[in-house]
């Protein structure tokens, strides 16, 4: 099963991808994560990549393409989640010849909706392990109080350097102008699943495991 997970930047996007992994061993393709080993590859395309993060835009699509073209090539077990890709139109068109190049397709698109008052709140709160990427929130899921992750044990915490109220504006612009309209080009196609994307990560989650165990 292959699926899309839809929505701003602190949706929580990721947080659900982890779980889809540990709960029915799906591979999370993010293109964010991607990126930002690549920014450290201490190459001229690193670079760029890096001056774009950091400033809130998007990375060309020639780029994140390439990305995901490679990854595609592994084996798929439980199926792909796409978190943060696509976010352009023609990503999104990429990402269906790609599929079909594999002989395979989306299952469904699931769009977190969260109002913007909450996405600014959260992620300035959110941190996640160095060693493992276990997501925390100091609203919602503060670290362990030990200093430990819970997952793996390591006190390595880190704040994302594009966590800021400025890059996160443009963040939401970018969003909103090149993002928000494959809300409509997937309902177009007939696989948009909206769910609330407030409220507990648990209930959350429960909302995709209804929408996959109907697939
Ligand atoms: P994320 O971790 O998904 O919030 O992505 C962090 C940053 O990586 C974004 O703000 C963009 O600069 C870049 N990025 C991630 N995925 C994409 C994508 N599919 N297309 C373009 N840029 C991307």
Do not use: W
């Amino acid at each position: 099963m292959n699926i899309i997970l839809l929505g701003p930047p602190g949706a929580g996007k990721g947080t659900q991808a982890r779980r889809l992994v540990d709960e029915r061993n799906m591979i999370q393709l993010s293109t964010g994560d991607m990126l930002r080993e690549a920014r450290t590859s201490g190459t001229e395309m690193g670079q760029v990549v890096a001056d774009v993060m950091d400033r809130g835009g998007l990375v060309t699509d020639e780029i994140v393409i390439g990305l995901i073209e490679e990854k595609l090539e592994q084996d798929h077990g439980g199926g792909f989640i796409f978190d943060g890709f696509p976010r352009t139109l023609r990503q999104a068109d990429a990402l269906g010849e790609l599929l079909a190049k594999h002989g395979t397709t989306l299952d469904a698109v699931i769009e977190m909706q969260v109002d913007d008052s909450a996405l600014v709140a959260r992620i300035v709160a959110r941190s996640t392990c160095g060693a493992c990427g276990e997501v925390y929130n100091d609203l919602t899921k503060p670290q362990p109080t030990d200093g430990k992750c819970s997952k793996c044990g390591a006190s390595d915490f880190k704040r994302r350097a594009d966590d800021n109220e400025e890059s996160l504006r443009n963040r939401l612009m970018e969003y909103y102008k090149k993002t928000s309209p494959l809300i409509g080009y997937y309902y177009a196609k007939g696989e948009l699943k909206s769910i609330d994307g407030l409220g507990e990560i648990d209930a959350i989650a429960g909302q995709i495991r209804d929408i996959l165990d109907k697939k």
